[in-house]
C-alpha cells in the first residue's frame, strides 16, 4: 500500500528565509506526486506535481520540488518566503494508472517578520 | 471561469439527521472524489467516482453514501450512521487520465459540517 510521511507538523520561518518543506512515499514502483497548498478554510490549491523525466519541477507562487528515488522523497523548496506563503501544506502520491490519491498530514507554514 | 462549487460553506447537522452536501463543477471532468478532512490527519478519501452511475468505496465510506447521476454533481449524503460526522469536507474532481499520467485533481473550498 502506498503512503506519504510529512514529518513536520508545525515549521515557522522568518520571512524573506529559505524553506524546505520534507515528504517521503513508500510505494513500489514509480509514484506520482503532488505537492498543494490550502490557506483556512479553503480547498487545496496544486502547487506543482511530477510525473517522470526531469527530477526537479518548478510550480507556481516560485516553488519547486525535487524528487530523489532513492531517498523515496519529494522535497518542497522556496528561496525566500513571503508571509502570503502561510498555509498549510499537504504532499501527495497515486501510483500509476489510478487516480485514487493518499495524501500526508500535512505541514502548517507560519510566517514571522 | 470554471471550478468545482461546494455549498452550504457551512451545515449543521442534528443527531439521527441525514445531510446533504452539494458539489457541482463545470469543469467537464470525468472523475471527482470527496474527502474528509481532520486537524492532524490530512485528507482521507471518503467515495470516489470515475464515470456518471459508477462509483467506488474510499477509505473511510462507512456512513456515508453518494450518487453521479449526472457528469456535473456528486452530492454527499452524511448518514445517521456516521457517528462523528464533524470535519471539514471537500470535493474534487480531475480529467481520468490522458496518456497515462495521473491527472491533478481540482478542489472546491470545502463544506465544515458541525453537530448541534
Known amino acids: 500500500a502506498q503512503s506519504v510521511t510529512q514529518p513536520d507538523i508545525h515549521i515557522t520561518v522568518s520571512e524573506g528565509a529559505s524553506l524546505e518543506l520534507r515528504c517521503n512515499y513508500s510505494?513500489?514502483?514509480?509514484?506520482?506526486l503532488f505537492w498543494y497548498v490550502q490557506s483556512p478554510g479553503q480547498g487545496l490549491q496544486l502547487l506543482l506535481k511530477?510525473?517522470?523525466?526531469?527530477?526537479l519541477v518548478q510550480g507556481i507562487k516560485g516553488f519547486e520540488a525535487e524528487f530523489k528515488r532513492s531517498q523515496s522523497s519529494f522535497n518542497l523548496r522556496k528561496p525566500s518566503v513571503h508571509w502570503s506563503d502561510a498555509a498549510e501544506y499537504f504532499c501527495?502520491?497515486?501510483?500509476?494508472?489510478?487516480?485514487?490519491?493518499?495524501f500526508g498530514t500535512g505541514t502548517r507554514l507560519t510566517i514571522i517578520p | 471561469d470554471g471550478g468545482i462549487t461546494q455549498s452550504p460553506k457551512y451545515l449543521f447537522r442534528k443527531e439521527g439527521q441525514n445531510v446533504t452536501l452539494s458539489c457541482e463543477q463545470n469543469?467537464?471532468?470525468?472523475?471527482m472524489y470527496w474527502y474528509r478532512q481532520d486537524p492532524g490527519q490530512g485528507l482521507r478519501l471518503i467515495y470516489y467516482?470515475?464515470?456518471?452511475?459508477?462509483?467506488q468505496k474510499g477509505d473511510i465510506a462507512e456512513g456515508y453514501s453518494v450518487s453521479r447521476e449526472k457528469k456535473e454533481s456528486f452530492p454527499l449524503t452524511v448518514t445517521s450512521a456516521q457517528k462523528n460526522p464533524t470535519a471539514f469536507y471537500l470535493c474534487?474532481?480531475?480529467?481520468?487520465?490522458?496518456?497515462?499520467?495521473?491527472?491533478?485533481?481540482?478542489f472546491g473550498d470545502g463544506t465544515r459540517l458541525s453537530i448541534l
Open positions: 474534487a474532481s480531475s480529467i481520468v487520465r490522458t496518456l497515462g499520467r495521473n491527472q491533478p485533481q481540482h
Open positions: 510505494y513500489g514502483a514509480t509514484p506520482y
Open positions: 511530477y510525473f517522470s523525466g526531469d527530477t
Open positions: 501527495a502520491v497515486g501510483p500509476f494508472g489510478n487516480e485514487k490519491l493518499t
Open positions: 469543469l467537464n471532468h470525468d472523475a
Open positions: 467516482s470515475q464515470i456518471v452511475n459508477d462509483f
